[in-house]
């Protein structure tokens, strides 16, 4: 039995990173995948640095995989960061399986009699060519995204040029509660997950507080 990592994102913590965990492990269960943990996000796909994701490569080994429901939940990074990742998960010995794209699993699991080494070196060039084609189309789709934000604003400063976008604002009463958290006498024996679990945030937000109180300071992510 293969044994699986199942990673779910979403890109804000008013998304429910963990929509899709039910059929994700449906899809685990049908495969005959042994689910070893399940680690979510609420980042954005953009940034190489989540730290769900980290701590899954860290506890990944060879042999094992990361399951994620589309390509867009793993990526919609820069090329340049794309290859990072891949270069990681390869290092680690990790096969990616992506529910909706069958070529990343079907190869996986020969039929009776096996395939020749020809066939399966075959599918795992197509599949790999699919699943970069599928992360360049996620990261096209953001960065069109954002510019169609920025039209929306900047048409709305050409019909009203005193018009301001209104700025996000940090929340004064949860940063408080975090930052009470951080430097409680419980902090050391709380994770980042249970410290945002305890101040209803997002784990990206405490990681955020965290940098700024170390004397880092941060850019709010969007």
Not at 31 to 60: I, S
Not at 102 to 108: A, E, R, V
Not at 186 to 211: C, D, F, H, P, W
Request: hydrophobic letters at 40%; aromatic letters at 6%; one cysteine or more.
């Amino acid at each position: 039995m293969a044994s699986a990592h199942l990673y779910l994102r979403a890109s804000t913590k008013d998304q429910d990173a963990y929509r899709a965990q039910a059929s994700l492990k449906a899809f685990a269960a049908q495969r005959g995948y042994e689910v070893l943990a399940v680690y979510a996000d609420n980042f954005t796909g953009t940034k190489l640095q989540r730290p769900e994701l980290h701590k899954l490569l860290a506890c990944a080994e060879a042999g094992q995989i990361l399951c994620v429901e589309s390509v867009d939940r793993l990526s919609r990074l820069s090329q340049e960061d794309w290859e990072i990742l891949k270069a990681t998960i390869n290092s680690k010995g990790l096969r990616l399986v992506v529910a909706d794209l069958p070529t990343s699993w079907q190869h996986f699991h020969d039929p009776v009699g096996g395939t020749s080494d020809i066939a399966t070196s075959v599918m795992r060039v197509i599949n790999s060519m699919l699943i970069d084609l599928m992360a360049t189309m996620a990261r096209i789709d953001q960065e069109k995204r954002v510019e169609r934000i920025k039209q929306g604003i900047a048409n709305k400063k050409v019909a009203d040029p005193s018009w301001k976008a209104p700025g996000k604002r940090r929340n004064v009463e949860k940063w408080e509660r975090v930052e009470k958290l951080l430097k409680g006498q419980s902090a050391s024996s709380m994770t980042i997950k249970e410290i945002a679990l305890a101040a209803n945030v997002g784990e990206a937000t405490v990681y955020r507080i965290k940098q700024v109180l170390s004397g880092v300071d941060v850019p709010i992510q969007r």
